[in-house]
């Protein structure tokens, strides 16, 4: 199993960046996505989901109408457009499949991308 992030990098407040994360030795698309974040000093948090099919969408109240989480099963790929960057968006960018079917539960977690908002 492997989650690739990428896309990270030093954006000036206001910019806007879009994350992926490619996806492989799974079935994607039974798998919930999700996004979730780190900053210096600070736990990890959740940010976004997107359901399996990619019909709904979660978002942390901190984000919403800024951050879009999207989709594409045929890519193996999930998305993270980000928009009107600000400083405190700083932090490590993870992807997430999780999965439960029945008793058995599947997560995993990629390596993350570093996303620095900064003047």
């Known amino acids: 199993v492997q989650l690739v992030e990428s896309g990270g990098g030093l954006v000036q407040p206001g910019g806007s960046l879009r994350l992926s994360c490619a996806a492989s030795?799974?079935?994607?698309?039974?798998?919930?996505m999700s996004w979730y974040r780190q900053a210096p000093g600070k736990e990890r948090e959740y940010v976004a989901t997107v359901t399996n099919g990619g019909g709904s969408t979660n978002y942390t109240d901190s984000v919403k109408g800024r951050f879009t989480i999207s989709r594409d099963n045929a890519k193996n790929t999930v998305y993270l457009q980000i928009n009107s960057l600000k400083p405190e968006d700083t932090a490590v960018y993870y992807c997430n499949a999780y999965r439960k079917l029945g008793r058995d539960e599947n997560n995993y977690w990629g390596q993350g991308t570093q996303v620095t908002v900064s003047s």
């Open positions: 030795g799974f079935t994607f698309s039974s798998y919930a």
